[in-house]
Every structure is written in C-alpha cells, then in structure tokens.
C-alpha cells in the first residue's frame, strides 16, 4: 500500500487573524480588509438608477485589470485622491457611502465553503471573474488550491449587525486564510487572460513598430484588441487603436503605410497622417499576403471553398482529401494600391502558395501540393517560379520534404529534412534513419537539381527564414529546450547566434537596412512575454515590453531550475523542474513528470496549453526532460525517434524520473505523476504497460493502436511515412502490434485518466475509446472525459478551464489523496455516503 503523505503548502496568514497556525478550523472571521472610499457616488442615486448594476460592474472592471492594490496606493476618482487603506473588517463600513472591499483567501488544497457577509448595506460581490450570487448573506465558493481575490461593493453598514465576513468550510478540511497583501499564486484566468503582443511588424527603414496585442476582461465579458504603432527613435505610440485582432501585418517597402487584415478587409494606415483607408473590403479568405518590392502593389493568396453538388454522399478521392479544407482551392492574385485593380496570377486546378518575391520584384517564388504516395513520408510539393509580366511557369523541381523557400543569388534556399534526395544533409550513417523533422538549410541550384546542405554540422533544427537585403539570412531555430535566433553569413557560409535576451523566440522581424534592426518577443521558462530590439552587430537586447511588470507584478511564483542526466547509454538528457512557490526543502512534494517525445522538445516557453507554473502553484513539483529522438540536439539523437515508438523515450523517461527522485530528497517517491499528449498521450499509455512507478497518470489524445491512427487520423499517415519510415502494418507487425498500448493493456495497474476532444481529427477519439474499452473489462480504475466540439487541443476558453481543473483534480486524488476536488467535478463518481 502507497503511504499516505499529508501535503502542506505556506498558507499566507493575516495577523491578527483568528485563524490559528497549527489547527486552522473550518469557520473563522475575517479580520482586515483593504478599503477604497467612500466613493463619490450617491448611494441614493445609485439605488434609483436603472444602470446601479451596470454602474458597480463597471468599477470591478477597473481595477480588476490592474495590478493587485496595496495599502498606501492612491486611487484619484472625479478629482479627488483616494487611497487604499487596511482596516479591522468590523470598523471599515463605518466610513459610510458607497465603499469598495478587497481580500485575498489562500487554499492550500480544495476547498467547498461560502463566505457570510453581514452588516453591509447593498452588498455585491465579484470574484474569479464573475459576479457571485447571494443567497441568505453567504456567498458559496468552491476554491482549487491558491489565490482568490474577493471584491466587495456595499454602501456601508445596514446599522442592524456588526459589519463581517465570514468563511465557513463545509468540513474540516475545507479551511482558507485571508490577507491584504498585493500578491498572489498565479490562477488559469490570468494566463489567459493578460495582455500579450499577438503580431510584430517593422518598418523596412526601422522606424516604427506596429504591434497588436489582445487581452481578456471577464468582469466586462470582453476580449480586448488594440493596435500601436510605436516610433523607436523617440520612444513614443504615435497611434494606437482598437479593433478586431488582425490576421497579419506588414509596412510597405517605403515604410509609408502599414496594411493591416482585420477579418476580410485590408486596410493601409499612413504613419504620417493617420489616415486609413480601405483597400479589399469583405474579400473572403484572403491570406498569405505580402507587398510588392516596388510599393505599388501586394500579392495574396486568395481561397475559394469547394461547394458540394451531392451532399448525400462523398467519394474519397485521396488520402488528403479527408481533411475538411483540402478540396478549397488557393490561388495568388494581385492588387493595385493605387487603382484598387486585382488581377489573377495563377488559376490551377490545385492550390498555390506563395514562397517569395524575389527582390527584383519580376517573378514569385511558388509551390503546390502533388498527390503522390510512391515514397515517404508520402508527399510531393511541386516549386516553380512564375514570372509576373508574361504570367509564364518555370518548374524548379518536385520534393519529398519542403518547408519552405526563398530566391537566393544563384539560386534558392531550400528548408527540407535531412534525407531530401536533391541533398546531402543527412549524416546519420547506414545504421541509422534520418528523423526528417530535423530540419537541414539547404543552398539549391538554379535547376533545383542539386541541394547542398550548410547545416549538416549544425544541431538545431530550422523554423521560420527571413531574407536580408545582403544577401545573408535570419532563422529561428530549435536548439534543445530553447528557440534561438541565428544569423548565417552568406559569404562565410557560417551561422552565427544572436543574442535576443529570451529562451524561446516566438516572433522576428527584422528592417531592410544593411545594419538591420531586429525585434522579437518571446518568454523565458520563468518569465512572461516580453518584446525586445535587438542589435546583430552589437548583440545587446533593449526591452521594449515586459509583461511581468504589466500583467504579473503582483505573483508570487517559484523557481525553474534545470535538471540534466545521464542515461543507461550515455546520453545526456535534458530537461527542467519548477517549484511550488512556497517551496521549503524540508518538506515532501508530489511528483509531476511531462514529456512529448513526438520528437519536438517541450520548450522553454512561460506557459502554454500546459501551465507548469499553474500545476506548481497548486503544490506540485513539476518535471519536464526531452527524451531521445527529438530534434534540436544533432541527427544522431533525433533519429532514434525513427521506428522506435517509445523503445528509447520510455527508457529515458523511466530513468529520468527513478534519477530525479533519488537526487532530490524533497519529493515522495509514492507520489509521482505522468501526463502527456497526442504522442506523449501515446507514451502515457505505453509507460503504464512498462512500469508501476507512476501513481496516476494522464493521457490526452493519446495513440492506443497504431495501425488506426495511421489509418484513420488526418495526419496518420504522413506523421508516420517519418516516424514509421518504411514500416506498415503488414511488413512490420512487431512495431505497430508491439509497441501498441492496447495490445498490452492488460499489463496497465495504475490508474489512468483518459482525455480527448470529440473531433478530434489529428488522433481520433477512438485511440482513447481503445482503452478505455479495454480497461473498463479488465477492472482497472480508468476515466474517460470528453470535450465536446474540441479538435486535437482544448481552445475554447472556458472548456480550457474545466480541463485543466480536471487534469489537477485526478492528480489531487492520487498524489494527494484529496479527492474532493474531483468529486466536485464530477459528482456521480463520488462514492455512496
């Protein structure tokens, strides 16, 4: 039997609370508030309004969107200078008129109660984004582990009780403290919700920023979308707006004007001026768009969607054909900036996407997608260049592997896998297969016949390019757990890194002069998004936005420290840990382990469709390591990915987690947890088949079978003519029986959530039924939850939410033995009283 370990975490305690330290019992008063007012608002008027509701949501729309308020913080409200103050709970409604509380609860696990209030005229209440209904003065709250900010608006005392609030927990443990302090553990909302730079664009002369950043307003019920265009000589927002968030963004070649797609319009603002003016309007499906070298037009991509004549019935024409857009048709257009005049640049029966304008601003640089299953990864992309004058085709050549392109001197520079045929990019040897998502730099001929590698010596692994005026470029690239930015020298036919001051790029641009300006953002593993300008010949990153100061002043988190081993063979195999934030070495912490080993690494990015800094706040130590087979660490380590489905990353997960318990005597070996998903949900399921180290375990969009998700997922295929380069079903029966978790299930004795979109069309929901079929025979404790209307990952906002407290909650019954929080979530699990 796992013993059971109680999990503490630092509870924030007011002084001068009745809670007690060493036995916090299940009902006590809150004794401090933090107070704004009497606001200059007539309580009388105010009843009598019509708008009172709209008036008071109003306020908590304010300053819920700030920073956290202070004792001794000034507020200046219709002239006047108010500001915050801590006072005793029972002598703050004396101020009389219309008054504005505030008080953090802090739980160290799942707690079930409801706050009374008392004495207060008019009280309403906010909190988590929504305002909260009364019933009998109490306030029903059910609160995960952390911070929950409590607003309260009344109009002072009712003169019939003593002023107070009150917590009552509906048992024991259901016990809260309460401070004033501006801090907090960060909570979902505020990952979701905080502003971020959605979208950069630079000015070829290296001026002016356009920037566009969205945010979220739950008090107000509104995603909040904005514009700047920002002068970086003087430092000031020469314009700002708000909008629909725009699909993309660029500066004409002169720097002039700025063309902004919001929706189907496309808009060309002068930065001189101010003036907008339209230039498509309710143009459906435009894209892809850039302008013209010479000012005077831009090219786009323009989709017209396939109309069904017989909607009975559907031949499959292709393999591709099963994906819902792949019978739309794109095709390249031009406009006039000045006449408004578009003209059709190519009308093929299959679609074209635009790879480059060459400088001269005579030809584009184009590619379409063949239907052709000969080899793998059983795909064929056709590149030719068309010149824009006579409209006339010249085809480069035909490719396996294609990311991307761009005209160079002499020829095109071409992102491919390392066992591009045209290529000599593959230095794996004769025992090993290339992983083709390694992603080489190649420099092609100007008949596209030959393909020469100036990456083969270089570990990371290629993203985005962007061309410079000299003829050198700039590349995001996958360097281990981090996405770097490099510079490769034409001439010296060397790269070399730019020092951007974050660990993973999300964003470059870059200007058109000789000595570029460069600007990026991005995050650190322990720090938000944050814009920086970069210099190339000096190296030293200037910040220009930090969200950490905007948006996370006031969170406490822990620390993220990195944690590198050695496996069985050798191997060094890296990865991170991040703390709870009130992390004390002397006690024993619950164990989450995270891994993909869909051969991409888990990056350093702050947070994502994983929040690590959530789950640590939650009380978890959290464990991320980057198995073998992912790319960014040189071809030999990425192709063991090739053929292995899971042989070499089960090892290294196994070994990393028995080597990260033995060396950090601060987490309980009986309470480690497992997730993953799509491939790592593969992993979950096939680690649970291998090994009883693991007390519970996650799997979303996980692979029970290979052979169905080869044959049935959108992308099966495709994703395995690389992973699985060579091996089907009928040749190679050991790998997509042996190595499927389905055919091993009955070897499965930790328990296992199963979580999955229910349109889910990369893996299909059936790779979760598999199991969950196959465990609900066997007897073991299994759980299966659906999102419903969700793809591959959980977009929508508030289906976010559930499932991400569904994740914690599991983990909070296995690890922590606290299940209530599950129980919460779903109530018909809960065992018979």
């Not at 029972?90 to 696990?109: F, I, P």
């Not at 980057?626 to 899971?646: C, D, K, M």
Request: aromatic share 10%; hydrophobic share 40%.
């Amino acid at each position: 039997m796992r013993q059971i370990v109680i999990f503490t975490a630092l509870c924030w305690l007011l002084a001068g609370s009745a809670m007690a330290e060493d036995a916090a019992p299940a009902v006590f008063d809150i004794d401090q508030v933090l107070v704004l007012g009497p606001l200059p608002v007539s309580g009388d008027h105010l009843a009598d309004s019509a708008k009172a509701d709209e008036v008071r949501r109003a306020l908590i729309m304010q300053v819920g969107r700030q920073n956290l308020p202070g004792a001794g913080q000034e507020q200046s409200v219709f002239g006047q200078t108010l500001q915050w103050r801590a006072v005793a709970t029972a002598e703050a409604a004396d101020l009389g008129g219309l008054t504005l509380w505030v008080v953090h609860l802090e739980s160290a696990r799942f707690v079930d109660g409801s706050l009374k209030v008392a004495g207060l005229k008019n009280p309403r209440v906010w909190s988590g984004g929504e305002r909260l209904e009364m019933e009998q003065d109490e306030i029903r709250l059910a609160l995960p582990a952390g911070s929950r900010t409590v607003w309260l608006l009344h109009e002072g005392a009712d003169e019939q009780d003593e002023p107070s609030l009150q917590w009552r927990g509906r048992s024991e443990h259901d016990t809260v403290t309460a401070h004033v302090r501006p801090e907090r553990r960060v909570s979902a909302r505020l990952l979701t919700n905080a502003e971020t730079v959605t979208g950069l664009g630079l000015s070829p002369d290296g001026r002016h920023l356009a920037l566009s950043f969205s945010a979220r307003n739950d008090e107000a019920d509104l995603d909040l979308e904005r514009m700047e265009i920002r002068d970086l000589e003087t430092d000031r927002i020469v314009r700002q707006w708000t909008g629909s968030p725009p699909r993309a963004l660029a500066w004409s070649p002169d720097s002039r004007l700025l063309a902004v797609q919001e929706g189907d319009h496309l808009w060309l603002h002068e930065v001189d001026t101010g003036r907008a003016r339209l230039l498509l309007a309710n143009h459906e499906r435009v894209g892809s768009w850039r302008w013209h070298p010479g000012g005077g037009s831009i090219v786009f991509a323009w989709t017209e969607p396939y109309q069904p004549d017989n909607e009975k019935r559907r031949r499959i024409r292709s393999l591709e054909d099963r994906w819902a857009t792949f019978r739309d048709n794109s095709q390249l257009f031009e406009v006039d900036v000045d006449s408004g005049l578009i003209r059709p640049l190519t009308a093929r029966s299959d679609s074209v996407s635009l790879q480059d304008i060459h400088p001269d601003g005579d030809r584009l640089l184009a590619s379409e997608r063949l239907i052709d299953y000969t080899d793998p990864p059983h795909s064929l992309f056709r590149l030719f260049e068309l010149e824009l004058d006579s409209l006339k085709e010249r085809e480069i050549g035909r490719y396996r592997l294609f990311n991307g392109a761009l005209f160079r001197d002499d020829g095109y520079w071409l992102l491919a896998g390392p066992g591009l045929a045209q290529g000599d990019g593959d230095t794996t040897g004769d025992d090993l297969t290339a992983n083709e998502y390694d992603t080489q730099l190649y420099a092609l001929s100007a008949d596209g016949e030959a393909a020469r590698s100036v990456s083969r010596d270089f570990d990371p692994a290629f993203g985005a390019m962007h061309r410079l005026p000299g003829g050198d470029l700039l590349l995001s690239a996958t360097r281990g757990e981090q996405t770097i930015l490099v510079r490769f020298d034409n001439s010296r036919m060397r790269f070399a890194e730019l020092e951007t001051g974050l660990e993973v790029v999300e964003q470059f641009v870059a200007s058109e002069a000789r000595r570029p300006v460069v600007v990026v953002r991005g995050t650190d593993a322990d720090s938000p998004q944050r814009v920086h300008r970069v210099d190339p010949a000096r190296g030293r990153p200037e910040v220009l936005i930090d969200t950490r100061r905007s948006e996370y002043a006031d969170v406490v988190f822990g620390e993220v420290r990195p944690w590198t081993f050695s496996n069985a063979d050798g191997d060094e195999i890296e990865g991170r840990y991040y703390l709870p934030p009130d992390f004390d070495a002397d006690q024993r912490y619950p164990l989450i382990v995270y891994y993909y080993g869909g051969t991409t690494p888990v990056n350093r990015q702050f947070t994502g469709r994983y929040p690590f800094h959530l789950w640590a706040a939650k009380g978890y130590v959290v464990y991320v390591l980057q198995p073998r087979g992912t790319i960014g660490y040189g071809q030999e380590f990425s192709a063991l990915h090739v053929n292995a489905w899971g042989k070499y990353t089960a090892d290294d997960i196994i070994e990393g987690s028995e080597q990260f318990i033995e060396a950090h005597p601060f987490i309980d070996g009986e309470r480690v947890g497992n997730i993953g998903a799509s491939y790592g949900g593969f992993m979950t399921m096939h680690l649970a088949t291998l090994t009883d180290l693991y007390a519970a375990s996650i799997s979303h969009a996980g692979i029970s079978a290979l052979t169905s998700y080869w044959g049935q997922g959108w992308w099966g295929y495709g994703y395995s003519g690389i992973a699985s380069r060579g091996s089907f079903p009928w040749n190679n029966q050991d790998l997509y029986v042996g190595q499927s978790p389905v055919y091993a299930a009955d070897r499965i004795t930790t328990p296992l959530l199963l979580v999955t979109g229910d349109s889910d069309t990369n893996v299909p929901p059936g790779e979760s039924h598999n199991m969950f079929t196959a465990l609900k025979l066997l007897g073991r404790e299994v759980e299966l939850v659906e999102f419903p209307g969700q793809d591959h990952w959980i977009i929508d906002r508030e289906q976010r939410y559930v499932w991400w407290d569904t994740m914690l909650a599991w983990f909070d019954k296995w690890l922590k033995d606290e299940p209530e929080w599950w129980y919460h979530l779903y109530p018909e699990t809960a065992p018979a009283q």
